[in-house]
C-alpha cells in the first residue's frame, strides 16, 4: 500500500516533484510511463538479489498497485457514471 511513513515522503516527495512536473509539461503518455516504471522495476531487479523472492516482491507490488488505483479511482468514477447514466443491470 501506498502509505508509507511520512520522514520517507519527505525525503522522496522533492524527486517525485520534479518527475510530475515533466509529466505535466510533457504529457502522461502511456510509452513514457512505461518507461519510467520499467526503468524503476529494472533497476529494482539489477540492484537486488536476482531470486523468485525478488521477482515476487515486484509483482506483487504492480498488483497492489493496480487494486489501490481500481479502488480509489476506478470504483468511485464507475459508480458516478452509473449514477449518472444508470446502472447496466437496472
Not at 76 to 83: C, F
Amino acid at each position: 500500500m501506498p502509505y508509507i511513513p511520512p520522514l520517507d515522503r519527505i525525503a522522496v516527495k522533492p524527486r517525485l516533484d520534479y518527475l510530475l512536473l515533466y509529466l505535466n509539461e510533457h504529457g502522461y503518455k502511456p510509452g513514457l510511463i512505461n518507461y519510467i516504471l520499467t526503468n524503476i522495476l529494472l533497476y529494482w531487479w539489477k540492484s537486488s538479489a536476482q531470486n523468485y523472492e525478488t521477482l515476487n516482491a515486484i509483482h506483487g507490488c504492480l498488483d497492489c498497485v493496480g487494486r489501490e488505483f481500481d479502488r480509489r479511482v476506478t470504483g468511485p468514477y464507475e459508480r458516478a457514471k452509473a449514477e449518472e447514466n444508470g446502472d447496466v443491470f437496472a
